[in-house]
């Protein structure tokens, strides 16, 4: 009889922080939320304004999201988190509520 195989998993990080950023922001929001939008499942969390410490640009209006803006971190909730991005918390629900299409080059 053939031993038992025990396959490590090599593609675990999903759940990781995987830099400080996320670590702080995971401290700071207590984990992420799941929302289905028109193009699919996506985990957002909410930044506070405290938790806000770089400026970032938004994917709804290309506007500048200034440090110290709350606002909604918006990522692919079947990815790796590497398509991550920061949204304007208007921009975010407008987004939910109305099929744009996601900008994409
Ligand atoms: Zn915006």
Redesign the pocket.
Known sequence: MSPRRNIPRRRKGANRPRDDESALVNRITGGEQYENGPDGQWAIRRISGAAAVKTYR??????E?PPGMPHVVAWSAYGDGDDRRH??S???NRRAHRSVRYPRR
């Open positions: 938004c994917p709804g209006c290309y506007q999201i949204w304007h208007s921009c975010w």
